[in-house]
């Protein structure tokens, strides 16, 4: 297990991760497991392929849902109508550090789970096994009916070729807690849905990374084409009125750091105005609430970031907040709506380091109804502390999308502080108008 100070100002170098996971196949002990567990490995050959690692790519082909017929990436809840749901969202998690593991516990036992991305250091053998294989102390909430994972940026600076290979064929619809699914997520992206709600995974990953080798990070990334064909032809987003909820690794949009809009720009092609939608994202390693942002077709997106799962959340003095005249300031962040950014302090380390909380997401569906629940780690104790509720209706005879309410629950005097209302937001209920 890592402790956090090692990923304490972990940048987004690839290079620089894979020579840490280098570092960790030296100073670690050996892996005797790959995610089959049927392979052992001495020293010299993880060593080896840790090296390999540095000069790989992407792994290809691209997997697809090959055979739509009997499997197209769509996951259908096999619950009745009035009988709840819940779906735990967890990003930037995989840290193999005692936060994530506690992050995993307080989630506990949900009907679905989803990995929003990023293995850390860079997603290959070991790091897939010490957090996702259960047979060897991996942590994950495995979903009492299914369990989901998105790529991020960190899986690729291997590759992607253990999360594909070795973390894919443990995701998917599960039945009686069976270890194997019975319906694969075979690829990067997925959807899950019922009468109501279409909850849609999206790989922002696969092309994150570009330059020299893919040392350097992609700020015009987008969807694969493999993925727009499936958007358009299989899951058809515009042909129902069922509630939407995108998941992502990469941030759309954000006030904090450099955005990704491709991946918005081309879902705006593909719903009418009016079809209003949930974004959950992570990548920053902070948690933040958005109010309405536009799509190029005049719909809005309400975006969530929630990538405080596992990694140290490191506060800044000011916020973080980009201001118009940032040299780095690609966009502009008046025009997000932030509404909410938690900059409470759980601990200070080394150096004077300060540390915010870790945190994660329960959905729960019940018929037209979704009521998001936020989480955070409750100092290190414990269960997990409620912080945020948001309560949404879907017309699926209309698709209109209502925001009903939404509560900070850390004004009523039990919690350390408030969570930060921002300046650039109007007031907490622009979080859901």
């Known amino acids: ?97 005692s936060e ?10 949900n009907d679905y789970s989803v990995h929003l991305g990023d293995t850390y250091y860079v997603g290959n053998t070991q790091e897939i096994a010490e957090n996702f294989n259960t047979d060897k102390g991996g942590t994950w909430p495995y979903g009492a009916l299914g369990s989901f994972a998105l790529i991020g940026n960190h899986e690729m600076y291997s590759s992607g070729q253990s999360y594909f290979t070795q973390l894919l064929p443990y995701m998917g619809a599960y039945k009686d807690n069976h270890d194997t699914p019975l319906q694969v997520q075979q690829a990067s992206f997925f959807c899950l849905e019922n009468e109501h709600w279409r909850i849609i995974g999206l790989d922002t990953g696969y092309d994150s990374l570009s330059g020299f080798f893919g040392l350097a990070p992609n700020q015009n990334l987008d969807l694969t084409p493999e993925q727009k064909d499936w958007l358009t032809n299989i899951v058809q987003l515009n042909n129902d009125k069922r509630g939407i909820i995108l998941l992502s690794h990469h941030q759309v949009f954000s006030a904090f750091e450099a955005e990704f809009p491709n991946p918005m720009a081309y879902i705006s ?13 992570g990548h920053e390693h902070r ?27 490191e506060l800044d003095a000011d916020g973080g907040i980009l201001k118009p005249n940032d040299a780095n300031n690609i966009s502009n962040p008046t025009n997000r709506n932030l509404v909410i950014y938690d900059q409470r302090q759980r601990e200070v380390i080394g150096n004077n380091i300060r540390l915010g909380h870790n945190g994660y997401v329960i959905l729960t569906l019940n018929d037209a109804n979704l009521v998001v629940s936020y989480f955070d780690d409750n100092g290190g104790t414990g269960d997990g502390r409620k912080i945020l509720e948001e309560n949404w209706t879907i017309d699926n005879t209309t698709g209109t999308l209502t925001g009903n309410s939404i509560t900070d629950y850390t004004i009523n005097g039990d919690q350390p502080a408030e969570l930060q209302l921002s300046l650039f937001g109007n007031y907490l209920t622009d979080a859901i108008k």
């Not at 092609?269 to 994202?281: K, N």
């Not at 190029?296 to 990694?311: E, L, S, T, W, Y």
Request: proline residues 7%; contains cysteine.
């Open 1 to 97: 297990m890592r402790d956090k100070k090692d990923l304490v100002g972990l940048n987004r170098s690839s290079l620089g991760n894979q020579l840490l996971a280098v570092k960790d196949s030296i100073v670690k002990p050996p892996p005797a497991y790959n995610m089959d567990g049927l392979i052992a490995e001495n020293k010299w050959a993880w060593l080896k392929r840790n090296l390999r690692n540095i000069w790989k790519s992407h792994y290809k082909p691209y997997p697809v849902y090959s055979d739509p017929a009997n499997n197209n990436g769509i996951f259908t809840i096999p619950k009745q109508p009035g009988e709840p749901v819940t779906v735990a969202l967890i990003s930037d998690w995989a840290s193999d550090t």
């Open 100 to 109: 994530s593991q506690l992050i995993a516990q307080q989630a506990g036992t």
């Open 269 to 281: 092609s593909l719903i009418s105005p009016g079809r209003d939608i949930l974004w959950f994202f």
């Open 287 to 313: 948690f933040s609430v958005y109010g309405s942002n536009k799509m190029d077709n005049g719909a809005k997106v309400f975006g969530r970031c929630i990538g405080h799962g596992g990694m140290p959340v």
